[in-house]
């Protein structure tokens, strides 16, 4: 991963930055460094302890590495001509942490405290446990879903916003200065490089230019170049650009350079090669990264829209014949009935005959057998009444299930002729939503 570098116009310095040593205290002893954790561009970061309320903090030291020395624990500059640079980055440095002080987010970090000493100045921020997008990315067994993609990208955005709205440029955007902590929540830190009023069409970068390459879009690099909300939307285009794609974005300086010379531009787009994300979130980090200010997304608010829409439109599925749902419905209806039908025709047990008593015409008289063969008679035709009775219920029942399949079935229809009409419906408004919203922006433009 690239480290942030700062470039002076004038001169440039290989200087190892001397680090506040293990055990300092500042802000009469109400902090203590514990060790740096990182340095570049215009400030050592420390890990620190909040003494008097026990915490661990993050300390942010203004030192730009390009014209300073340290001496003792003062920071100085290395020649006369830069006091004056050096006085107005001190007061920038504190005026911005104030700026950022003020504005409340959950993802961006916190700044307690902001203090002078040592000739330069200090801002304490939160600590955030967690990792970086740049250790994310380096781990190749930890690859984010899409929707956490989605879900950084937006936050990450609506805190940019914040930021914009403040008349601020993060101007540092890059996966290392992207936290998520252990919800996978981001954090937007690190905005040593920020300056004020840098969204103001006006303001003429310093001649102090902090860039990081494959991160940094080329005006960065130009010393007067304008700068503005584009400018940091590339850099989160091209973080987002690397945690998908695993591919280290090209150098603006050398898109800039090859495409000056006739040559295609190196730059690969997103769109088109994921299928697992949206189209409009591929396009729009795509249009982010536009070598020319003009062509990208011109506004986190606009980035969010793109996202938003595509999220809403209502989505083609396809619905199948539903031969499994009615493969279901006639298997079950088809097992209840023969289940039932088993049991309205399976054979039921004959009354037991009477015993014929042998014929004994000497004991009996005449009437006995005639009553006799009289009920037998009376009981074979109570027996036909019996299965006619039954045959004509099991008749009625096959009819019955017959015509309940019958509405099923006819009911299942219905509904997925319904469903089909709502979603062609629901495209077709959409389709005229789109056209209208097309033609009225035409309009307006015309007009």
């Known amino acids: 991963m690239e480290e942030t570098r700062i470039i002076n116009p004038e001169e440039t310095y290989d200087v190892v930055v001397p680090s506040l040593p293990e055990g300092t205290l500042l802000e009469g002893g109400k902090f203590r460094i514990e060790r ?35 001496f003792g624990n003062d920071v100085r500059v290395s020649s006369p001509k830069f006091e004056a640079q050096y006085s107005k980055t001190v007061q920038m440095f504190m005026l911005e942490a104030r700026s950022i002080a003020k504005m409340r987010h959950p993802n961006i970090v916190t700044v307690h405290h902001v203090f002078e000493e040592n000739a330069t100045a200090y801002m304490v921020l939160d600590m955030i446990h967690g990792r970086d997008l740049a250790d994310i990315i380096d781990d190749e067994d930890d690859v984010l879903s899409p929707d956490q993609v989605r879900e950084i990208a937006v936050k990450t955005l609506d805190a940019i916003d914040l930021v914009h709205k403040n008349d601020l440029l993060h101007r540092d955007i890059s996966p290392d200065n992207i936290l998520l902590d252990k919800w996978g929540s981001p954090t937007l830190i690190d905005f040593g490089a920020a300056r004020e009023d840098a969204s103001k069409k006006t303001n003429d970068v310093s001649t102090m230019l902090v860039v990081k390459d494959g991160y940094s ?20 285009g091209a973080t987002l650009y690397h945690l998908i794609s695993r591919e280290a974005p090209p150098n603006s300086q050398d898109r800039v350079a090859t495409m000056a010379s006739g040559d ?20 729009a ?21 793109l996202i938003e829409q595509d999220s809403k439109m209502v989505k083609m599925v396809q619905i199948p014949e539903s031969r499994s749902l009615t493969k279901s419905l006639s298997q ?53 009444e019996e299965r006619a009775a039954a045959e004509a219920a099991r008749q009625k029942e096959l009819a019955r299930w017959a015509e309940e399949q019958r509405l099923a079935k006819q009911q299942e229809e219905e509904e997925q002729r319904r469903i089909a009409e709502e979603l062609r419906k629901a495209a077709q408004e959409e389709e005229q939503k789109v056209t209208s919203k097309g033609l009225f922006t035409w309009v307006t433009k015309s007009a």
């Open 36 to 70: 740096q954790v990182g340095a570049g561009g215009f400030g050592i970061t420390y890990l620190a302890t909040d003494v008097f309320l026990n915490r661990a903090v993050v300390i942010k030291e203004c030192y730009p590495e390009a014209f300073c020395l340290r």
């Open 217 to 236: 879009p080329h005006e960065f690099y130009v010393t007067g170049g304008k700068q503005g909300p584009s400018s940091d939307l590339y850099a989160l």
């Open 264 to 283: 295609e531009d190196p730059f690969v787009p997103l769109t088109g090669r994921f299928p697992q994300y949206e189209k409009a979130f591929l396009e």
């Open 285 to 305: 980090i795509d249009r982010a990264m536009s070598v020319a200010p003009k062509d990208r997304v011109q506004s986190a608010k606009e980035w969010l829209t």
């Open 332 to 384: 079950l209806i088809e097992e209840t009935n023969k289940h039932v039908f088993s049991e309205l025709t399976e054979p039921q047990p004959e009354a037991a005959k009477p015993k014929q008593q042998p014929a004994n015409n000497k004991s009996r008289p005449e009437w006995v057998e005639e009553f006799n063969r009289e009920t037998l008679e009376f009981a074979e035709r109570k027996k036909a």
